[in-house]
């Protein structure tokens, strides 16, 4: 299959805001399940293992006209929740049969309330997160809200999710991630050759299709994007940071790549990159996925930790091992996580010097070209003065 094939696909997944894939998997067998999750992590390897398709919803993008959705928000939140009660109450998420809003923000806390109140009907879950990484204290309480999570999924799917079922879909995302991990650092070596805007496309994918799926679509890719021949431009090498929640419209990545900047490391779709090493396939599962989430996940802004040095630190390691030469920071609006880390990691760049540039967005941004200019005299100084 050919690079241009395997990205048309992706493109028109993205595009589908009625996620036609997701009811196709549904129709093939009679009793299938789907359980929508809210960005950034969910231990989808549970749900895969009660034989259900998990379905990442990050909002409706720059397609999506919010109408009804503003009825239930103020305007000083970001879009996203806005797009996705949208999404809902329009019928377009009507083919998922529950819905998991993992521990972002406030905002994201209260979306899941308002969709209890919404879809009576709908299995709905907030899973929470532990503010402390101690094993005795926040380990206990995150193995609890995995067992609760899977007693739940039980009842909605009327069968018993075993501990060999669970280790099976642990080695499938294992393997997901791995392939993930050889992309990003294909990417890194040849960024002219896999374009982010490609990239971004890629994951997306695999918020909708079946793991397995997926994961073959990105060998595919890979295999493909190395016979093409692509021109190398003398761009500048920047880590993007901030977009892990909130969609980026797929014109804001094309306008920095535009601008001259190769984007070699992101928190696009997070929850592919969450855990850092492949989660252990014997032993307790759910052990095993408490301390991967605990001791072995990324450093972001997502994820509550007593002390900023770590998060600082790991966008310094991110820089270095993607030889990057900048950061480019793109918060959503009103983004509380991203924006309030970014003092604290702007701090860690400087203490590195690390240039760095800021500015937000919103999934429905339609006027790209201030952030064009914005990244392209951003690459031009780094070019000019990084010597």
Known sequence: ????????????????????????????????????????YVPREI?????????????????????????????????????????????????????LFPSICDVIRNLSGMWKLLFKDKYVRYFDAPQTY????????????????????????????????????????????????DLYAYRSKCPWKALTSEIYLLLFAGMVLPVEEHTQLLRDYLEAVDKEDRPMRDNCRVVLNGTFCERPPLGLIKSIEMAGCYIVDDDFMLVTRWLLEDVPTTGDPVQNLADAFLHHSAETAAKY????????????????????????????????????????????LNDNNIPFTAFQYAENSGQMQPIREQAGTFADSIKLWSA
């Open 1 to 40: 299959m050919s690079v241009q094939k395997i990205v048309d696909r992706c493109q028109a997944l993205y595009d589908d805001l009625d996620f036609t894939v997701v009811k196709e998997w549904k129709a093939k067998e009679e009793g299938r399940k789907a359980i929508g999750y809210m960005p950034v």
């Open 134 to 181: 101690d094993d005795k204290i926040g380990g206990k309480f995150y193995v609890q809200e995995l067992r609760e999570l899977i007693e739940g999924l039980e009842e909605l799917g009327g069968k018993k999710i075993t501990e060999e079922a669970i280790h099976n879909s642990i080695a499938v995302y294992n393997e997901n991630r791995a392939v993930i991990e």
């Open 305 to 348: 930790v007593d002390s900023y040095e770590a998060k600082g630190q790991f966008i310094v390691e991110s820089v270095k091992k993607y030889a990057a030469e900048g950061v480019v920071f793109a918060a959503p609006s009103f983004c509380d996580p991203a924006l309030l880390d970014q003092p604290m990691l702007h701090t860690a």
């Open 47 to 99: 749900i895969h293992a009660a034989g259900m398709l998990p379905v990442g919803v990050i909002g409706g993008g720059d397609q999506l006209e919010v109408i009804h959705g503003d009825a239930y928000y103020q305007s000083y939140i970001c879009r996203i929740p806005r797009s996705t009660i949208e999404l809902g109450v329009t019928g377009r998420l009507d083919c998922v049969d529950g819905m």
